[in-house]
């Protein structure tokens, strides 16, 4: 049993180090998720900023019909002007050659407005697409990083599982099953030492006797109060 104790230890070792692997990774594939969802924010504010060019410039566009239509009613009616005979249907064609006016004046005016909000506009998704050019390499650069590390714990990770696979063999189904039991229920941590009186994994205070079972070590001894199985480090 003594060599299953130590293999026992060496799993949880190998076994902690590979969370701890595992735990990097996630963290670093978290990063890489959060420099992506930057970058679609970013687009997505383009493409919005894009929409609303192209929704003024039909508004634009509708203003500027109106314009070209007010501006063939004034020249019908200023050809109308030649064929009147009485005054007062002078005054008719007159008023509606100046309420023309009028309205072309203010079209003019939205046109205007509209022509300089869509330069603002353009200037914005200019400096907003330097934004992201800039953006975008940084990420590239970062994401980079983040692949040569998570490569680089994978390699580790490997090293590790395959350190496990023979440290497994070596151990009998029924203790595996203990552990991997444990491991589920303890956070990951199944074997733990005993020192100084104490279990190391809850602090608390081992029965003498039991303390004693384990200087002996020929058996599987867990502790009574969080059930993780205890070994004793001897030498060194
Ligand atoms: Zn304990």
Redesign the pocket.
């Known amino acids: 049993m003594r060599n299953n104790l130590k293999a026992l230890y060496e799993l949880q070792e190998i076994d902690l180090r590979i969370d701890g692997l595992d735990g990097e990774k996630g963290q670093l594939l978290g990063e890489a998720q959060a420099l992506e969802a930057r970058l679609i924010e970013a687009r997505e504010k383009i493409a919005a900023r894009r929409e609303e060019a192209a929704a003024l410039e039909a508004e634009k566009g509708t203003l500027e019909a109106n314009l070209a239509s007010e501006n063939e009613n004034i020249t019908r009616s200023e050809s109308h002007l030649k064929e009147i005979k009485t005054q007062k249907e002078y005054q008719a064609v007159s008023k509606e050659i100046s309420g023309a006016k009028k309205l072309i004046a203010e079209l003019e005016d939205q046109i205007l407005t509209k022509i300089n909000a869509l330069e603002e506009l353009s200037g914005d998704v200019a400096q907003k697409e330097a934004d992201l050019a800039q953006l975008e390499q940084n990420v590239a650069e970062q994401q980079g990083e983040v692949q040569r590390r998570v490569q680089s714990l994978e390699a580790g990770i490997a090293t590790d599982a395959a350190a496990r696979e023979l440290t497994v063999k070596g151990l009998p189904a029924s203790v595996m099953k203990r552990y991997d039991r444990l491991r589920d229920q303890r956070k990951g941590v199944a074997v733990?030492e005993a020192k100084e009186g104490n279990?190391?994994?809850?602090?608390?205070h081992?029965p003498p006797q039991l303390y004693n079972m384990l200087f002996r070590a020929d058996d599987v001894i867990t502790?009574?109060?969080?059930?993780?199985i205890?070994i004793m480090k001897l030498e060194g």
Request: hydrophobic residues 35%; charged residues 5%; contains cysteine.
């Open positions: 733990v279990c190391m994994g809850c602090n608390m081992l502790c009574p109060h969080c059930q993780r205890l």
